[in-house]
Structures are given as C-alpha cells and as structure tokens.
C-alpha cells in the first residue's frame, strides 16, 4: 500500500469515515447540529465584541505557547504546551469564525487573524507579555486558564447557541489547562529554593495582570477564580496576594505593549498576502525577518530569556 492511500484506507474502514483521525482518535464536530443563525434576541455587534476578545486571548496565548517548543525543561512538557496550544487555536478558530458571522463586514476567521493591526485585537496584555523562564509560563498558564475555565462554565447559558457550544467544548480542554498549571505551581512552589524563588517572581510580576481577567466578569466568575488559585498556591506554600481593584493595562481597548507584533500572526503589513494551505492544514504567514521561531527569544531586544526552572 503506498503511502498516499494509509489515510484514505484507514477512513474508509471506519463507519465514520472520514469523520475520525487517521490514528483512530474520534472528535465531534461541536457545531454539529447548533443552529448557526443569530438569535433576535442577541445584539450582533455585542456578540461580535465578546467573542473576538476571547479569539484573541485564545490566538495570541497559543502563539506563546508555540514558542515553547525545543525550550522547555522536559520533551513531555515540549508536547503538553503544544497540545494546550492547539487547543487554545481551535478555540480561537470557532471564536473569530464567529465573530465574523456576527459582524457581518463579510470578513471570516483567517481576516480577523492575519489582516487586522496591533490596535485592532482585544486581547488581555497577559496574554501577549514576552515568555521568560518556565516559572513564569506555569504562573502566566495557572492565571489564565483558571480565569478561562470559570469565564466558559458561565458562557454554556450564553443566549447565542454557537458562542454557548464552543464554551461547552472548552470546558474540558481548560480544565486540563488548568490542571497541568496547579500541577507545576505546586511542584516548583513546593520544590527547591530555587524555584520558589522563580515562582515568587512570576508571581510578583503577573499577579496586577489578573484584574483586567477579572474586568467586568459575573461575580460567580470572580468568586470560581479567587477560590481556585487560593487553593492551588495555599497548595504549593506560596503567598496569596491581595486581588488587584485596578487593571495594569488596557489590552481590551486595543492598547499593547511594544512585544506584541512578535507574538500575533497577522500579516496585515502585507495587503493582499493570504495563507497557503496543504489540504485542510493550515501554515501560518511567517515574517521576513523575525527572529522568533520557537527559539526562545525575545524578539524585540534580541536576547535569550532566562534559562528553564526546574524542581
């Protein structure tokens, strides 16, 4: 059998056909069956906002993720943030294809990732902070998925079917998230002098970050998020820092930091430029010239973040 005929013979074995993965591992469209059209009862252009600010967080958190790949302290861990970051990518897929649909201008889920400007996306800034060492991905991870996780749990009762499907699939993704982050924070927290010491410092630095996650957000939110870390760092022996009342930035109103165009993947410095696809593989535009390739750099000052954490 030659090679260009594995997949199809695999698929055409299964009842599902090509509904299943060439190795087996099954997945449920979570659209199937949601009835697509905009409910009366829902403002378009609030539905819009709502879900490209999730897209975005989704987008360029998995872009950070990627960079992770060769950098992390373990091969294992190399796959588990990859995976997180795919996940993250499939939400954003569904968020932005969304929000498109809600919009109505006519643009679709590759627009609004790859031709839109900095002050154009609505991501949180925690999202898009350059990485530094693995004590600051796991705080950064711990913080956001756990604000994630909460934010979808609420969203399942959302008016709009598809923004309340793509919250139902996320939730068992997130709660992985989620997981895998507590996991690390009490490993390091709990671990040598070394890497509480990193911790403390993630801490300190990405801590302020979680009242722009908290803005505006259903007090049940609030409360699911608060509860959760207390016990996760209580867990690891860390300190429990107060909730910040006010948010460190304004990512939500299109306001970023300088690092942020190494860390999207729009292309909207190229009009006209679109993406390549081989079959239903999608490559992302890469950059002339940019240095971030999963190297573990900071692109914008050129230098080499500091080295892994370990236990």
Known sequence: MSDDHVYLSLAEASPEGDARWAFGTGFEDPLHGVDTALPE??????????????????????????????????????VALANI?????????LLLARAGQAEGAGRGEDQLAYFRGPEEFRNVLLAELPNGDFAHCVVRLLLFSSWRLAAFQALTAH?????AAVAAKGINELAYHRDHAAQWTVRLGDGTEESRRRMLAALDELWPHLAELLDGEQQQVRAEVELTLRQVLDAAGLPVPAVPEAASGRGRAGEHTR???????????????????????????RRHGDRRHGDGRDGDRGRQVPAATRP
Request: aromatic letters at 4%; charged letters at 25%; hydrophobic letters at 35%.
């Open 41 to 78: 009862s829902v403002d378009p252009a609030g539905l819009a906002a709502l879900c490209l600010a999730l897209g975005d967080d989704a987008l360029v958190s998995a872009q950070r993720l990627a960079q992770w790949v060769t950098c992390a302290p373990e091969l294992e861990e190399e």
């Open 85 to 93: 970051g795919l996940d993250l990518l499939g939400q954003a897929r």
């Open 159 to 163: 008016p709009d079917p598809v923004l």
């Open 259 to 285: 690092t942020w165009p190494n860390c999207s993947p729009s292309s909207s410095r190229w009009p006209g430029r679109t993406r390549r696809r081989h079959g239903d593989r999608r490559h992302g535009v």
